[in-house]
């Protein structure tokens, strides 16, 4: 599901992740890279976004709804 992201955002998530002592230090900036591809965070990219913080997808899901910077549909 990783191959949601592109390789670029990938390793712009990877290189933000590196910044911080706990990886999920670096989720907001990663769903800010996220987004930047498309414009909003479909469900594809929730998942792989899960996949690499090691989280569930309905918890990615929670700070997307809860911010209003970060959109689950298209804008």
């Given at each position: 599901?990783?191959?949601?992201?592109?390789?670029?955002?990938?390793?712009?998530?990877?290189?933000?992740?590196?910044?911080?002592?706990?990886?999920?230090?670096?989720?907001?900036?990663?769903?800010?890279?996220?987004?930047?591809?498309?414009?909003?965070?479909p469900p594809q990219k929730v998942s792989a976004l899960a996949e690499i913080f090691g989280m569930h997808a309905i918890e990615i899901q929670e700070v997307i709804s809860f911010y209003n910077m970060f959109y689950d549909q298209p804008q």
């Open positions: 599901m990783v191959d949601a992201l592109s390789a670029e955002t990938r390793a712009k998530i990877d290189a933000e992740i590196a910044k911080y002592p706990k990886k999920r230090g670096a989720l907001l900036p990663a769903l800010h890279l996220a987004q930047s591809e498309q414009g909003w965070l």
